[in-house]
């Protein structure tokens, strides 16, 4: 167990306007003001009726929020959860341990807020990028999903009107910028393994395809979907879309040989295959592809 003299809370600072000072020392002024639960909300609810069209009254709250549900406990004796040792410095021996836990109410209940403020401020990617964040926090599935819906919505709207922190112009595409966004969610979402996930992953893609119909990620995270419930000929659609657009993307070529062989057109399968071994010979494709020819009991001429 690693030996800490000190520990520092996590902060994530997400989104917007107000005075001149930057938005991380306006999150850390708000939190040195107010440090509760309730004491937050009721300066929310205070705000917001005050100001309703300054996005701080939602985005410094809501990070208040965030920080104070991490709760630190120091302890002389063990803890369960405990991430480090409390050590004596004249002895550097271990006295204690501090365990952090989360307190998932203040995170659902920030949460619930930067929703609240994406559907105020629906041109702030950040708020949008801060909703879908906060959703992850507590494993919402449901929410990340209605977030990131929510984001592509806007941006198919008017994608020039997106903005930044403050209301900073996007420096590039704004679409890329939230396209790439989403797809982050879309791969979180796959990497929690269960059918809920999985759907909403789908969902993520095939909507953000509508708006970067050549985004070679998004093509693949929709296609995953489906090779991971065996419908391979949807599976093997999506990923031909993406051979067109990457033809020489070896994790393309490989997954569509799968399908393939799967769908009984194995000649297909070894084609690409051999192709991936000639093209890219001496490397970790190359290894793949032979593995899979040999595990897809593919006949090679001359072998």
Request: net charge neutral; charged share 30%.
């Amino acid at each position: 167990m690693p030996r800490l003299a000190c520990l520092c809370p996590l902060l994530v600072a997400t989104s917007l306007l107000a005075d001149s000072k930057p938005l991380r020392e306006r999150v850390d002024d708000f939190c040195d003001m107010y440090h509760s639960g309730p004491a937050i909300q009721k300066r929310h609810e205070q705000w917001a009726k005050q100001e309703p069209g300054n996005a701080d009254a939602w985005i410094l709250p809501a990070n208040a929020l965030l920080k104070a549900a991490e709760v630190v406990n120091i302890s002389a004796g063990n803890q369960k959860g405990a991430i480090a040792d409390v050590v004596d410095p004249k002895t550097q021996k271990a006295v204690g341990t501090i365990a952090g836990t989360t307190d998932l109410r203040l995170v659902r209940q920030a949460s619930a807020m930067l929703a609240d403020a994406a559907k105020k401020f629906p041109h702030r990617l950040d708020v949008h990028v801060g909703s879908m964040a906060a959703a992850q926090r507590t494993q919402d599935i449901s929410g990340v999903r209605v977030a990131a819906l929510e984001l592509l919505r806007v941006v198919a709207k008017d994608p020039k009107a997106m903005r930044w922190i403050d209301g900073a112009v996007i420096e590039g595409d704004p679409v890329a910028k939230a396209t790439g966004e989403v797809h982050s969610r879309i791969r979180w979402l796959y990497g929690l393994e269960n059918d809920e996930s999985d759907a909403a992953a789908h969902d993520c893609a095939v909507k953000a395809l509508e708006l970067a119909p050549d985004n070679i990620e998004l093509i693949n995270d929709a296609a995953i979907y489906h090779l991971y419930r065996g419908e391979w000929k949807q599976g093997r659609d999506y990923l031909l879309r993406a051979e067109k657009v990457s033809p020489r993307d070896w994790i393309v070529q490989h997954n569509i040989a799968r399908a393939s062989a799967e769908l009984g057109d194995k000649a297909d399968a070894l084609r690409r295959l051999e192709a991936i071994i000639k093209a890219a010979p001496d490397t970790n494709d190359a290894k793949a592809a032979e593995k899979s020819i040999q595990s897809l009991g593919l006949r090679r001429k001359g072998k």
